[in-house]
């Protein structure tokens, strides 16, 4: 660790100006969660961290009538706490709120969740169903991007050495839509996710889904948004046999491998299997039963 | 919680059967108490371990230039610094350990064995030099075909660990070495005869997986040697008389050349009750003059330390239509890891206990290319437990019979004869028996896709060698001095024993854990015994301490010792004795120097009429069918504590065997890959419960009194990992109609057998 380097930026601009100076070296250190247990084991060796909990973009949680912007940074503790955010979202918070433990929550972002790259990302399928947009920005300005589109692949995403991930922008509460995520441990919390689904449903006036979306994690090399299962709910009340196709649906578009989390074969069923009850929990939520 | 009372003309305490404040409590919730890596000397080096990178290979070479050429190294060890030991069993730890073994297992020589296997250690400056340090030794190996699993360790082809190993116990003796240590037989009777005439048979096969004691505290030590060629070793383990005579054992030392200063010890379970670090530490100190320091990281833990057994167990039981057990057969293989000595020979001797049946055990211990196991809560128990108990479970259905009904009607008793050897003394199989009948959760309603099940234990607990001294101080306090590490509980069972004696106050106790140089000798922290023989050895103790005080105030008030009796701490004139005023400890202990000089009781002794203990576990599960995951959703764990000292700590003891039995049953085991490296090493992916996987676990402690202990007290810290794994299986069964008969029920394994119930 000789060298190592600790930077404080108060903007944006300044952020980015420091990654783009490193060219590759710094790394960006939100809560560390993941970062800091890498640089232990030495898969990780930057030469600089660059702490973005100073900047305002990234640690704060805006609303207003276009919907939400959270800061990459903002600790998922903090989301929980935010009214308006567990209201419109609460399958978002749930998932953020899966990560790692009580004390864990104090430190991890939804940001690093998803820079991290990791397949089974708890917050990411909940993300991608809600369709939630990322705010990147580079030497060259911004860019947004749908949040499926930034894990490229197991720990790699899509952001350039000298880009920063500013926020995620999330629609405003809406009647009559629901999401909610579910994953499988095999322990009941402190886990990694063998499964994740994310699931967003929207009705209309007369009960039939007309809109949905679903994500998937832990069951591809990325967490996957799977719209032949979300296809499979529109148009219908999300009956037993809509919830069914649904199942079959996600557990056909899984594309696992076996590791010492879980076998392909147990991976592909339970995909199938927590998707179907996350659309119901979502469906309950549309319906305002829940 | 509650307590079963047993008999009618019950003693009076006034400590005993109270829950005090523990007297290391404050220390330990203030982050004051010293653990194994507070220690900390003046001009002292970071000690680290070289692993084996393979499985099985051997060492050609070690090339130590490069590391002792760097700046800040002051010290390279490798096999060749230690001397070579001449095989020999010790009888000191748990379990079965040679010397030359637990040589070979410290640091490497000509081969490694496992994957971790230690080859070479350094001392230097500090922890990332030494890290550094260890890049520059360079090994030469000559990798060989490893094997990990016991069944393909015993065919004929197989990799040999050891070219030298002959099964033991076989006749005639094999002509060829092999990777199967040795072979055990033990029983009662002609069970053959009994499975011939039963009605209902059942044979299953079982299998268990290597898990870890999961202990909070990695292993740690500091230790220094001087150029008198003494050593002082600070370290956290079971026991340091333990640490002492197996240091001079593996370093050629006298035991009188060494002092081992016990740290708190943050969990052990078994795992420390042998050395890994402490001999490195002492050679590295000795080479390098300078103090030196060694903690292992959990990753070390897990790829070098002792875990349990994997086991593999045939079982044949049968019974009549009236559910009488007629007869059982066993077949049981251990793997031992890299060096014999799985804990095989005890689960051949428990695993039949609870019955009063004619059975027979034989047992295989059996070497692989692993770590070598080390001793975990009732070390064997629980993995035998498990396949008996699942088909008394069985046979208790086939019967119609509740299954408490048939345990009680096959039950081990006073006078019955073991399969192991002694007819047992008054035992508390029975009551216990009747105790988890009687609980309200054995009748009470279960909800859909739940199951509930039951299940026996039995462990042996232990007696051995214990010391204590009592000294009275001039303010009359007491302070106990004791020499084994408190892993339970045991500084406040020790202190209410010794105020009951006294008739003092809890607080006027000051119970204290002296090193090996400070107090007699005491065998380590395990089988369950402090408690039991530490215990015996205060008492005695303290009626040393207190036969002095009688003399002391007779000689005050000039009268014969038999007219002074002593109650609640003073003493009175007996019966008939006059308008003598009573002298108080604190009366006496100020005389002291005028009546003879300090006052200090003293016992050492081998503790005879240890009393066994059984449990009864009622556990229920509720598996999700369309996902196999299993969530206990309440337990209960009877138990015979013999009398409980300190209640909270029995109870402790119970829940916390049953957490490791829960996950040990449902989640944890060893995961290696093809090269023989473990997968998961690390508490992410060794999957021990967390808090929130666990119910509240209900506890009841029957007292059935142990005649052999001056307050009745059993072993308490054993039995209640035995039963768990077999009360969940049995749990399973229960909810799914499933029998599972291989570990650990994880929600992959048991959703596949659902899904292949429904074909």
């Known amino acids: ?290 | 919680m509650a307590t079963a009372e047993n008999g009618s003309s019950e003693p009076k305490f006034r400590w005993i059967g109270t829950r005090p404040v523990r007297p290391d409590g404050v220390d330990k919730v203030r982050g004051r108490a010293n653990y194994g890596a507070d220690h900390a000397l003046p001009g002292m080096l970071w000690g680290k371990v070289l692993r084996s990178p393979y499985a099985h290979a051997r060492i050609v070479s070690i090339d130590t230039s490069g590391a002792l050429a760097m700046e800040g190294v002051h010290a390279v060890v490798t096999a060749e610094d230690l001397p070579e030991i001449a095989p020999e069993e010790s009888k000191i730890g748990e379990g079965p350990t040679n010397y030359r073994d637990l040589s070979r297992n410290v640091m490497a020589r000509d081969k490694v064995l496992y994957h971790g296997h230690a080859v070479a250690a350094v001392a230097a400056s500090s922890p990332a030099v030494a890290d550094r340090a260890l890049a520059h030794i360079e090994v030469e190996y000559e990798v060989l075909p490893h094997v990990l699993d016991g069944d393909d360790a015993q065919s004929p082809d197989a990799p040999l660990l050891h070219d030298d190993l002959y099964t033991k116990g076989v006749e005639p003796a094999p002509e060829r070495p092999s990777n199967v240590a040795s072979r055990v037989e033990m029983g009662r009777g002609d069970p053959e005869r009994g499975l011939a005439a039963a009605d209902f048979v059942v044979e299953r096969s079982f299998r268990t997986k290597a898990v870890h004691q999961g202990y909070i505290e990695p292993h740690a030590v500091v230790a220094t040697c001087g150029e008198d060629g003494r050593a002082t070793v600070w370290a956290s383990s079971q026991g340091h008389f333990m640490i002492r005579a197996y240091c001079a054992k593996l370093l050629g030392m006298e035991q009188s050349q060494i002092k081992v200063v016990p740290a708190e010890i943050g969990g052990g379970f078994g795992g420390k009750t042998t050395v890994y670090l402490e001999p490195l530490a002492i050679v590295l100190s000795s080479k390098s003059g300078r103090p030196v320091k060694m903690v292992m990281s959990r990753e070390e833990v897990f790829r070098a330390t002792g875990p349990a057994s994997a086991t593999r167990i045939e079982l044949r039981m049968g019974c009549t239509r009236d559910g009488r057990i007629t007869g059982a057969h066993a077949r049981l293989e251990y793997e031992a890891g890299a060096f014999p000595g799985s804990p095989v020979g005890a689960a051949v001797m428990t695993l039949f206990a609870p019955y009063d049946i004619d059975a027979r055990a034989e047992g295989y211990d059996i070497v692989v290319n692993k770590p070598k196991v080390a001793a975990y809560r009732a070390p064997g128990a629980p993995m035998a437990a498990f396949a008996v108990e699942s088909v008394v479970d069985e046979l208790a259905a086939k019967c119609g019979i509740d299954p408490i009904e048939f345990r009680l009607n096959n039950a081990s008793k006073e006078g019955v004869q073991s399969t192991f050897g002694p007819k047992f003394k008054r035992i508390g199989n029975v009551e216990t028996l009747e105790a988890a009948r009687a609980h309200p959760h054995w009748k009470a309603p279960l909800a859909p896709n739940q199951g509930r099940g039951v299940a026996s234990g039995f462990w042996f607990n232990g007696g051995m060698q214990s010391s204590a001294t009592v000294q009275v101080a001039d303010d009359g306090t007491v302070c106990v001095v004791s020499g084994n590490p408190d892993i339970g509980g045991s500084r406040a069972s020790l202190a209410m024993m010794a105020a009951e004696e006294f008739g003092i106050d809890i607080e006027r106790v000051d119970p204290q854990i002296a090193d090996t140089s400070s107090v007699g000798y005491n065998d380590l922290t395990g089988g369950s015994r402090v408690t039991f023989a530490t215990g015996m050895a205060v008492v005695e103790a303290c009626r040393d301490a207190v036969r002095q005080l009688r003399e002391r105030a007779a000689a005050i008030w000039g009268v014969e010792i038999d007219g002074v009796e002593w109650a609640d701490g003073e003493a009175r004139p007996t019966k008939g004795g006059g308008e003598l005023e009573p002298l108080t400890l604190r009366d006496i202990a100020l005389k002291a120097a005028r009546t003879g000089g300090p006052i200090t009781g003293r016992a050492s002794l081998t503790a005879r009429g240890v009393g066994m203990a059984f449990g009864v576990h009622i556990c229920d599960v509720e598996v999700d069918p369309e996902t196999g995951k299993v969530d206990v959703v309440r337990y209960t764990a009877v138990q015979d504590a013999g009398r409980a000292i300190h209640p909270s700590y029995v109870e402790g003891q119970m829940q916390g065997g049953v957490a490791q039995g829960v996950g040990w049953a449902l989640n944890e085991e060893y995961l290696y890959d093809d090269d023989g490296r473990m997968e998961n090493p690390g508490f992410l992916d060794y999957r021990v419960p967390v808090a929130s996987d666990l119910p509240m676990i209900d506890t009841v402690i029957v007292e059935v009194p142990n005649p052999g202990h001056p307050y009745g007290v059993r072993g308490v810290g054993e039995v209640p990992i035995v039963p768990p794994i077999p009360a969940v299986a049995n749990a399973v069964a229960s909810a799914t109609g499933i029998r599972m008969t291989e570990l650990p029920l994880s929600p992959p394994r048991v959703l596949a057998a659902i899904d292949e119930s429904r074909g």
């Open chain 1, 1 to 290: 660790m000789n060298g190592l380097g600790y930077e404080a930026p108060q903007s944006v601009e300044e952020t980015v100006a420091l990654l783009a100076r490193e060219n590759g070296a710094a790394r960006i250190l939100a809560g560390g969660t993941d970062l800091l247990a890498q640089m232990k084991t030495g898969a990780a060796a930057p030469q600089l961290l660059v702490d973005v909990k100073k900047v305002r973009e990234l640690s704060s949680v805006e609303e207003d009538e276009a919907g939400f912007a959270i800061g990459a940074a903002v600790c998922t503790a903090a989301l929980a706490e935010h009214p308006g955010l567990c209201a419109a979202w609460p399958g978002v918070v749930e998932a953020a709120r899966l990560i790692g433990s009580e004390q864990i929550q104090g430190r991890a972002s939804l940001g690093g969740n998803l820079c991290n790259g990791s397949p089974a990302a708890d917050s990411v399928p909940a993300l991608v169903a809600a369709g939630a947009s990322c705010l990147i920005a580079g030497p060259g300005g911004e860019r947004e991007l749908p949040v499926e589109e930034v894990i490229v692949g197991p720990g790699s995403t899509c952001l350039e050495p000298d880009e920063l991930l500013v926020s995620f922008r999330l629609g405003s509460g809406k009647a009559k839509r629901g999401d909610a995520y579910l994953r499988m441990i095999p322990r009941s919390e402190m886990d990694i996710a063998i499964v994740g689904a994310g699931v967003c449903i929207e009705l209309d006036d007369f009960g039939v889904c007309h809109a949905a979306r679903i994500g998937l994690g832990a069951v591809a090399p990325t967490p996957l948004r799977v719209d032949a299962a979300a296809d499979a709910l529109v148009g219908s009340r999300v009956d037993d046999a809509a919830l069914e196709a649904v199942a079959a649906a996600a557990s056909a578009a899984a594309d696992p491998i076996d590791d010492k989390r879980g076998s392909a074969e147990y991976r592909r069923k339970v995909a199938g299997v927590l998707t179907r009850r996350a659309a119901k929990i979502a469906l309950d939520r549309a319906r305002g039963e829940q």
